[in-house]
């Protein structure tokens, strides 16, 4: 075991002088996107993962990238405190780990103490045949007690609750598993962890493991999938996410500014995603919006078609409005995560909405279980100043500033912040 130190869709971007090398990817379909960041000459590559991409027509996407290269916010920080980082081979961590996290979202003490006793659901698509062992890598290595399916701590089943009928086992979303359950233990240690993998990525399959998943008694539910708003989003919504009493978060989406469902349901807790870097500030960290270009980066705006919940009071938006809350998401700014199932065996820095979600549905469970008739999205609303108001940054070009721009206050990139410690989080 080591400390950490504390303090879609397929896309590419050109950098400077590298722009003939980097269009020539994008025409060979690599899909790998490259960030260029300020204070360091090697700049930062991801791939979104495979289930960016729709296996099907109809299905949703997950909102997950990969990095491939560079140097990470993480071993920048090792560089800082005169470490030299490995290269990213595989055998060790370059995103940031549990600590980090915790240093950066005012969440120490409450995750030694908090979570027990807590149920937080995972709902993914298709079936990771890797997740416990996998999980278990990551949580040994971190220090982290065991979560397995021996002591009760983990559970796996289908969207119908079976534990054997699972669905067919598929390496994109198998990544994306491995980043949910690796983010839920890194704020949550101590909370139980159910799994629940819909047979296929269709809202209603989703929905229905959403569903299934509360019925088996979790109070917190992460969703890291996304797709295009429609009429029947509504429908949606009372199918299955109207779940008082559950905090159901949801990522934002990756491709910029532009809403995404299920991200719009008014019942759900909507996670954009941010940069973040430590700093020399009395928080020892700053965030801004994150975005790549203008068609990667973290989701927000007006919906088309859900209604605004009672306790959104922004003025320029008449209906849903996202987000709600933030936290890092930025793929150069990522988190490590351990992942072995249809790629080398391994650490891997992982970005994207997908991480955002699952650190607030686990900033949730250390705030304690909600009120039975509550819709936990409210909450932040009513404990405003317990968030870091992030006030930089942008997500692409609207009509409506504050829909893509970051201000004081309330704006759809970041919602009304990222964590400080769980007070905006509780009844």
């Not at 997950?62 to 071993?75: D, E, H, K, W, Y």
């Amino acid at each position: 075991m080591r400390t950490d130190f504390p303090h879609i869709r397929l896309r590419w971007r050109r950098v400077s002088t590298a722009a003939a090398a980097t269009a020539a990817l994008a025409l060979a379909g690599l899909g790998t996107a490259v960030h260029a960041d300020a204070t360091t000459s090697a700049k930062v590559t991801w791939t979104a993962t495979p289930c960016a991409t729709p296996k099907k027509a109809g299905e949703l996407a997950c909102n997950s990238l990969r990095v491939t290269g560079g140097t990470t916010a993480f071993q920048k920080a090792q560089q800082a405190r005169g470490v030299t980082p490995k290269a990213a081979d595989a055998a060790t961590p370059t995103g940031y780990g549990p600590s980090d996290l915790r240093s950066a979202y005012g969440l120490t003490s409450a995750a030694a103490s908090g979570g027990t006793g807590q149920t937080i659901a995972i709902v993914d698509a298709y079936n990771d045949p890797n997740a416990e062992a996998d999980l278990a890598k990551y949580r040994s290595y971190y220090g982290l007690s065991a979560c397995t399916t021996a002591n009760g701590c983990f559970k796996k089943v289908s969207q119908t609750g079976s534990t054997t009928g699972l669905p067919s086992s598929d390496a994109g979303w198998s990544e994306e598993i491995s980043l949910d359950l690796d983010m839920v233990s890194a704020i949550a240690p101590n909370a139980h962890i159910l799994l629940v993998e819909a047979k296929s990525a269709t809202m209603a399959n989703l929905g229905t493991a959403v569903n299934e998943a509360v019925k088996l008694g979790a109070k917190f539910v992460s969703n890291s999938y996304g797709g295009s708003e429609s009429s029947s989003d509504t429908s949606y919504d009372s199918s299955y996410f109207n779940h008082p009493g559950v905090a159901i978060t949801v990522s934002a989406g990756d491709a910029g500014y532009g809403a995404e469902y299920p991200a719009a349901s008014k019942y759900v807790t909507s996670v954009g995603g941010t940069a973040l870097t430590a700093s020399s500030t009395t928080r020892g960290w700053t965030e801004s919006v994150w975005k790549t270009s203008s068609t990667e980066g973290t989701g927000s705006g007006c919906s088309a078609y859900d209604a605004k919940p009672t306790w959104q009071t922004d003025t320029g938006c008449t209906k849903r409005m996202i987000s709600d809350v933030s936290a890092v998401a930025d793929p150069a700014t990522g988190v490590s995560v351990y992942d072995s199932y249809g790629v080398t065996a391994g650490w891997y820095t992982f970005g994207g909405t997908s991480a955002a979600a699952p650190i607030i549905a686990g900033v949730y469970a250390l705030a304690g279980t909600p009120g039975s008739g509550d819709y936990p999205a409210q909450y932040p609303y009513k404990h405003t100043s317990a968030l870091n108001d992030v006030t930089s940054g942008n997500n692409g070009t609207c009509t409506t500033s504050y829909f893509c721009t970051a201000r004081t206050g309330y704006d759809g990139p970041t919602g009304l912040g990222t964590p400080e410690g769980v007070t905006a989080f509780t009844n």
